[in-house]
């Protein structure tokens, strides 16, 4: 936690408390950075006095222990993040793989000058009751724009935050099923008084599958999905639904192509069994199946096209609703505007749900998914038009500078020699594994991951951890071999010590 590692530097935090932190703040923060830096600028250890400080004022008011640092976003630039002490890190991090272009770039930073993009800002609507003239239009044009939305969608529901996108979803889900159940006839008077007290046959006993290791959020709903770290959900009730073995591969994958074939068919079988057995023996049937195509926060672990393949085929089997929850991988970071475009699909999923890169929440569905009566999903934004200003911006400098074609091109790059360093230092880490720039790799005890990310950040790295031994990359878009080879370096300089 934050004040465990905060040690004061150069200055005393203590010392530094009402007119003379302000005064700091304005001395180390008076101009922006006009470009980028040729490398990353460190002038003092991380997180400095004036984190500390402001730690100290947070801390007093809230739970601020998950803090490492406060920014300097006037400062902070491209791919490097500014902290108020002076410092400026290489951020391959980038805010949880929420900034597709970076910090302060010109094209969104543009677009906020628009008078009629402040009004938008200033007259916040109501989404559901009040969208503004062009929302219709908007929608079409940027998140079902043709190459952006997932292929074979034409309906979408916007929302605020990743969490709210898939608790939602679970509610298209349930609603989907249900009126499968119900042969298309109308509520039933005791449907109706039944629901109003949580019981059956209004509130009926339906499941949602997830896996082992995933990650869907903190809402109530998501939570019973969510299973990568107990501290998430300790203290907090949860649904009785299934549970699935996702794949762990072994790797290089080349060479262990047959175990890993049959790591895939032991968890597709785990699926198959527990859809009936929740079915049959619990009499709790699942609506619907979740999955991530790639399991970030438990520890970025793949699963391959064929799982994914099988895993669809099984869902459909059992009358259920596939879920992909591309909140992290949405967005471009790994080549393809969805990460799912990888796996050949036979058919698009009933649900894509998306936020981070894609600046605000929603999910993609089928037409069939959509509900009948108004308000069964309903909240009073029900998203954000700001935030499809930016997204607009932010499309059209993927579209124009071609970003997705350098993502491939650099992730190949960075795994290439993230392999090399593998070879070199084979008894430290492991198991460099990836999509486009959606990268990570083991390291041999838990131990050493966190203290290599310590290190990276006081050579002015900013990286994240992942599971209980990987690091993690989450760079923007516009990350060039340039910043891999001053992040690559400095691996290797910490790797040697």
Known sequence: MIAKRMQPVLVSARALRGGELHNWLRTISTQPFASEPKSP????????????????????????????????????????LADVDGNLMLDIYMQISSMPL??????????????????????????????????????????????????????????????CSNENSFKNIFIWYAEKQR???????????????????????????????????????????????????????????????????????????????????????????LFDKYKREKHFPVAGVIVEPIQAEGGDNHGSPYFFQKLQQITKKYGGALLIDEVQTGGGPTGKMWCHEHFNLESPPHIVTFSKK????????????????PYRVFNTWMGDPSKLILLEAIIDVILKENLLDRVTRVGNYVLQELKKLENEFSNTINSS????????????????????????????????????TAIRLRPSLTFTEHHANIFLENLQTILKE
């Open 41 to 80: 600028v460190i002038a003092t250890e991380i997180p400095g006095p004036v984190s500390q400080e402001l730690y100290r004022q947070m801390n007093s008011i809230q739970q601020a222990s998950s803090v490492q640092l406060f920014a300097d976003y006037e400062k902070s630039i491209g791919n490097y």
């Open 102 to 163: 970076g910090y302060n770039h010109p094209a969104m930073l543009q677009v906020l000058t628009d008078p009629r993009n402040q009004k938008i800002i200033a007259n916040r609507p109501a989404l559901g009751v009040f969208p503004n003239r062009d929302w219709p239009e908007k929608l079409k044009n940027v998140l079902l724009k043709k190459g952006i939305a997932p292929p074979g969608f034409s309906h979408i529901t916007t929302m605020m935050c990743g969490s």
């Open 183 to 273: 042969h298309g006839k109308s509520f039933t008077k005791e449907e109706m008084d039944s629901c109003m007290i949580n019981q059956v046959p209004g509130s009926p006993k339906y499941s949602i599958m997830s896996f082992e290791g995933a990650f869907h959020g903190r809402t109530l709903g998501s939570l019973s999905t969510t299973h990568s770290k107990y501290i998430h959900k300790i203290d907090v009730p949860a649904f009785d639904w299934p549970i699935a073995p996702f794949p762990r591969y072994k790797y290089p994958l080349e060479s262990n192509e047959s175990e890993n074939k049959q790591e895939d068919d032991f968890c597709l079988a785990k699926v198959e069994y």
């Open 358 to 373: 894609m600046q605000l929440g929603g999910y993609y569905h089928l037409e069939e998914m959509k509900p009948n009566q």
């Open 433 to 468: 594994r990836g999509r486009g720039t959606f990268i990570a790799f083991n390291c041999a005890t838990s131990k050493l991951r966190d203290e290599t990310i310590k290190k990276l950040l006081r050579k002015g790295i900013q990286a994240g951890g992942c599971g209980n």
